[in-house]
């Protein structure tokens, strides 16, 4: 069963401060990962995919990265800001019996206080 | 475009009662996913279908649930009945290829008494 761990599970830091959100994966034949973003109360926002022969993507403060051989994706915020409060969440899209599957991770909480 | 579309935003019912849960996915989008959220056990993945055929529904818990997609534009969830344990977000999302970026709607807050 293809597991997707998240650390920290939360996260408060100074206005300001860059940071790393950390993701890891049990299955390394993966398609793609994606990070997304939820606010309370809300959806899920797509930040970045990165498809599996990718390294990085990169979206104006935001950088995330692809290590398949070590089963890792990191998520770095420049400059945080207090509107950058909210839940990161890693999702890796695996094969599972024939069918792609999506699988989360729990998140990281982050909040940037002013 | 308005993105996808969920409807209602809050239901409450009453332990036995039916319950519809509606979606309307981005116009072009040939994948539509419905995921259900807890604090407990996140974010699952229910079922998903492609040009409105179902593919995979091994995340759907039990027969209570179901789920039908009958043009591209209308997807629903049906539980019936309903129960305590069936409380919980669920979202609806939809792509414009299997490993394409996702997009999801609002949610419906299901609470069920």
């Known amino acids: 069963k293809q597991e997707v761990t998240q650390i920290p599970a939360a996260l408060s830091v100074p206005e300001g401060e860059n940071l790393v959100l950390n993701c890891s994966f049990t299955?390394?034949?993966?398609?793609?990962l994606q990070w997304f973003r939820q606010d309370p109360g809300k959806g899920l926002t797509s930040l970045l995919l990165?498809?599996?022969?990718?390294r990085e993507q990169t979206s104006g403060r935001l950088n995330a990265s692809l290590d398949k051989s070590s089963g890792r994706s990191t998520l770095y915020i420049a400059a945080s800001q207090p509107g950058d409060s909210a839940t990161y969440l890693c999702?890796?899209?695996?094969?599972?019996?024939?069918?792609?599957?999506?699988?989360f991770g729990t998140g990281t909480r982050l909040l940037v206080s002013p | 475009d308005a993105g996808v579309i969920q409807s209602p935003r809050h239901e409450v019912t009453e332990m036995g009662q039916e319950v519809t849960l509606r979606c309307k996915p981005i116009?072009?989008?040939?994948?539509l996913f419905w995921y259900r959220q807890t604090m407990m056990r996140g974010l699952e993945l229910l079922i998903y279908?492609?040009?409105?055929?179902?593919?995979?529904d091994s995340g759907m818990p039990e027969d209570r649930f179901s789920a039908k997609m009958p043009n591209a534009s209308f997807s629903t969830l049906k539980i019936q009945p309903s129960e305590p344990r069936d409380s919980a977000v669920y979202f609806c999302?939809?792509?414009?290829?299997?490993?394409?970026?996702?997009?999801f709607g609002s949610g419906t807050q299901l609470s069920v008494l």
């Open positions: 999302a939809s792509s414009g290829g299997p490993s394409a970026k996702l997009f």
């Open positions: 299955d390394s034949a993966i398609y793609n």
């Open positions: 990165i498809q599996s022969s990718q």
């Open positions: 999702a890796f899209l695996f094969m599972n019996t024939g069918f792609q599957k999506l699988v």
């Open positions: 116009s072009g989008h040939d994948y």
């Open positions: 279908f492609n040009n409105n055929v179902p593919i995979d």
